[in-house]
């Protein structure tokens, strides 16, 4: 085989394994399916509601849709809904907690962080302490950006990035009625815990996981998922 020559058997033998496959596809194949993609974003909005865990809830959940509320944090326009590397996929659409509530004139939105790296910005806190003060009621969307987990490397501690625990500290000096919702594929340490009246893991969960967090703060859906 030096020579670049290979042994005809050998080729057809291989050859027919992957023809087996395209056969094996075709003979089971239902030519009546229909790929839905709106259908099975449907089906991950009931998967993500499914998975949510309710870990703190000190008679603040559920939140009243017509009190006045303040989303806080970045993953609650854009939420942290998938893990890199492998994992990663480009999905049909993704739904933010902010496209839930749209149209809803008495929440409103601060940014608070940035998450393309672990700085403080004071501005981004200091608007969302406004917001906080403003409303009856935070929810603020943390947890762990891509740069803080990932395959490929071990983490070397279980902490949030400093300036959302800046942010979630800033707020609860305002605010007494906070929630944190908190997006992360893996344990975080809450140094905060004690301050907020609520805690929602909503871990990776999908492309329509900004509906279903929307769907458990509200109490349309029941938090009922466990701690792995």
């Known amino acids: 085989m030096k020579n670049g020559s290979l042994d005809e058997e050998i080729l057809n033998k291989a050859c027919e394994r992957i023809l ?63 893990g890199g590397g492998s994992s990663h996929i480009n999905s049909h659409k993704v739904v933010s907690a902010m496209n839930e509530v749209k149209g809803m004139e008495n929440i409103t939105y601060a940014q608070g962080y940035i998450d393309e790296k672990d700085e403080i910005v004071e501005e981004l806190i200091n608007e969302a302490v406004e917001a906080a003060k403003k409303s009856k009621i935070a929810v603020v ?59 929602v893991e909503a871990y990776l ?11 458990v703060l509200f109490g349309k859906v029941n938090p009922s998922g466990k701690l792995p």
């Not at 490929?152 to 906070?178: F, K, S, W």
């Not at 944190?180 to 594929?185: D, I, K, P, R």
């Not at 969960?205 to 929307?214: H, L, P, R």
């Open 141 to 199: 969307f943390a947890g762990l950006p891509d740069n803080f987990e990932s395959e490929g490397y071990d983490r070397t501690h279980m902490q949030m990035p400093n300036c959302q625990n800046a942010l979630i500290d800033a707020v609860c000096e305002v605010q007494p009625n906070t929630v944190v919702v908190l997006h992360n594929g893996s344990p975080v340490e809450m140094p905060w815990k004690d301050k907020v009246k609520g805690i």
């Open 20 to 82: 087996n496959i395209v056969y094996r596809f075709e003979e089971n194949r239902d030519n009546n399916a229909v790929f839905d993609r709106d259908l099975d974003h449907e089906l991950a909005r009931k998967v993500a509601e499914e998975t949510i865990v309710l870990m703190k809830n000190d008679s603040i959940l559920p939140l009243d849709k017509n009190d006045e509320i303040a989303f806080i944090g970045k993953f609650a326009a854009k939420p942290r809904y998938q």
């Open 205 to 215: 969960g999908g492309q329509a996981i900004g509906s279903a967090v929307v769907d």
